[in-house]
Nanobody
């Protein structure tokens, strides 16, 4: 069992920033963030391997995912938020020793309860 605890969601105006955090129990594998907009399926935001500090800048130019390995914490920093970023954000994990962490919902075994992000125009 991998435990995950998310925090940091909220309601903001378009253009503002939010940082989401997910603290996990110690494990080896993949961890990441997914989101689900109202009326839509869950989609990947980004994923990382555990075990070492890492920072990835997402292709949208507004989000950054980071892992603090010592604290077992994966952070999603979101800037210049847009109304279309509204949704429930979930932290996900899977024990895994492979070389990559697929951005595929079905790959992940453990999920947090989610934290709501609402962006108003």
């Amino acid at each position: 069992q991998v435990e995950l605890m998310e925090s940091g969601g909220g309601s903001v105006q378009a253009g503002e920033s939010l940082t989401l955090s997910c603290v996990t129990s110690q494990f080896t594998g993949c961890v990441g963030w997914f989101r689900q907009a109202p009326g839509k399926g869950r989609e990947a935001v980004s994923t990382l391997q555990t075990g070492r500090d890492a920072t990835h800048y997402l292709v949208n130019g507004r989000f950054t995912i980071s892992l603090d390995a010592a604290k077992n914490t994966v952070t999603l920093h979101m800037e210049s938020l847009k109304p279309e970023d509204t949704g429930m954000y979930y932290c996900a994990a899977r024990r895994h020793r492979g070389p990559s962490c697929p951005e595929i919902e079905d790959f992940y075994d453990f999920w947090g309860q989610g934290t709501q992000v609402t962006v108003s125009s």
